[in-house]
């Protein structure tokens, strides 16, 4: 669980006071496509570097109450990788389980190749052994990036700024409907009083 920062509610949420839950998913999902495919290890002659993302399952949500906010998530991934030396390259890919905030201990397993060489038995050695700290190393700042998207301060006014132009569009929206319903009032009135005249009329004349 993440440190509850400041955070803002949907313009109907005054004062981001009530429970709403917010979908972070494509930030999240954005976000960690980023990290993992920055990762390149290098060792023994042979380079390794995360090259695509197969998949990724799993969701993000931010729940806003009392002006705070808790971040949850969980992912699963699967990545692909290309493994190179000076005299042949290699691919294949990986699984990487329970990305989670409430701690590092996620698992990188299913390390499988397409290409059967030494340089492919290196790489696998490499992902085994390195690829989960060099992923620790990034995603130890990764709860703290998403929850800055919520706690952003431009964001912050940003909302707020919405929050009160909403406020003004409805108390305007109120006032013009009050003359609306003033005006039909006096109309209402002056037909009642020119019926009147006319009964008062039609009364004199009989």
């Given amino acids: 669980m993440v440190d509850r ?23 999240a999902k954005k976000l960690l496509e980023e990290i993992i495919l920055s990762i390149s290890i290098e060792q023994d002659g042979v380079k390794v570097q995360n090259s695509k993302i197969k998949s990724i399952n799993g969701d993000a949500e931010i729940n806003v109450r009392k002006g705070k906010q808790i971040l949850c998530y969980e992912f699963n991934v699967e990545v692909d ?4 030396n000076d005299e042949e ?33 290196i790489a696998k050695r490499i992902i085994q052994k390195q690829m989960k700290e060099e992923l620790k190393k990034l995603l130890k700042d990764f709860t ?3 929850a800055e998207y919520e706690s952003n301060p431009e964001k912050l006014k940003q909302d707020e700024q919405k929050r009160l132009q909403n406020q003004e569009a409805t108390q305007k929206a109120r006032e013009e409907k009050g003359k609306e319903k003033e ?19 039609w009364s004199e004349q009989k």
């Fill in 5 to 27: 920062k400041q955070a803002a509610g949907s313009v109907w949420n005054v004062n981001s006071w009530h429970w709403e839950q917010k979908n972070y998913t494509p930030q």
């Fill in 81 to 84: 990788f290309k493994a190179e």
């Fill in 89 to 121: 390259d290699a691919d294949g890919y990986f699984k990487i389980h329970d990305i989670n905030p409430d701690d590092l201990d996620f698992e990188v397993d299913h390390v499988t190749l397409n290409t059967k060489n030494k340089c492919g038995d």
């Fill in 144 to 146: 703290k990036q998403l």
């Fill in 183 to 201: 005006q039909i009032f006096y109309e209402q009135k002056a037909k009642e009083q020119e019926l009147k005249e006319k009964f008062s009329q």
